[in-house]
């Protein structure tokens, strides 16, 4: 089942913060997000591991709620360069289907 | 650059045709992931391969089939191609098709179906 995440579209302006949700019918080992910016191939931002390690990107932040098989992206003080579509990939603890949510797509303005 | 070659860029057929497509994945990496996204829509899974193996596999239509060589590169063929194959297909590439690994994306190809 292909994960659900919301908002599925949200408008900053520079400098506000956003949150993105993800949450999974799966019990979840791991969850990734990836950032694609328009007509360009998606870029791994972060993966967030069963038992609270994380991995990924400086200036964004993550949760992962494995109860709740959810997990939230956090960006705060936003930049024009935040701006694309956001996914994210929850996994089992073993391969399986790779199924990426609908995306929420973010745009900043000025 | 992730380190994801995918070839060709764009290719543009007509319906009924077939085409390949092509992916050579990160060195060292040894899975192989494809990817359709249709205009504006998200990444729907296809099929992923593991050191010439399938290891699992998504919503790919009959009439798409893939494979995994030897040298790891992996191609994607699409044959009796009709206006709605028109997307843009991504390869990916992980160490270990494991849970917990990164993907790398190659370019993606754009197929126009005519």
């Known amino acids: 089942q292909q994960p659900v995440q919301s908002p599925q579209a949200v408008i900053l302006r520079e400098g506000e913060d956003a949150v993105i949700n993800c949450s999974s019918s799966k019990a979840l080992y791991s969850v990734h997000w990836y950032r694609q910016k328009h007509g360009e191939a998606p870029v791994f931002l972060m993966i967030l591991l069963k038992g609270g390690e994380q991995k990924g990107h400086e200036k964004i932040s993550a949760s992962f709620n494995e109860k709740k098989q959810q997990s939230s992206l956090y960006l705060t003080a936003s930049q024009l360069s935040y701006s694309g579509t956001y996914f994210c990939?929850?996994?089992?603890?073993?391969?399986?289907?790779?199924?990426f949510g609908d995306g929420t797509t973010l745009t900043v303005k000025p | 650059d992730s380190g994801v070659t995918q070839t060709p860029k764009h290719l543009i057929t007509a319906t009924g045709q077939r085409v390949t497509l092509r992916c050579s994945p990160r060195s060292g990496d040894l899975s192989v992931y494809w990817y359709q996204q249709s205009l504006d829509q998200g990444l729907q899974f296809l099929i992923q391969y593991y050191n010439g193996e399938e290891r699992a596999k998504g919503n790919i239509l009959e009439r798409f089939s893939a494979q995994q060589f030897p040298d790891l590169h992996s191609e994607l063929n699409l044959s009796s191609l009709e206006l709605g194959d028109s997307a843009l297909y991504f390869c990916?590439?992980?160490?270990?098709?494991?849970?917990?690994?990164?993907?790398?994306f190659g370019p993606g190809t754009r197929l126009t179906v005519l």
């Open positions: 990916a590439s992980s160490p270990a098709g494991q849970g917990t690994d990164t993907q790398y």
């Open positions: 990939g929850p996994k089992g603890a073993n391969a399986g289907k790779s199924t």
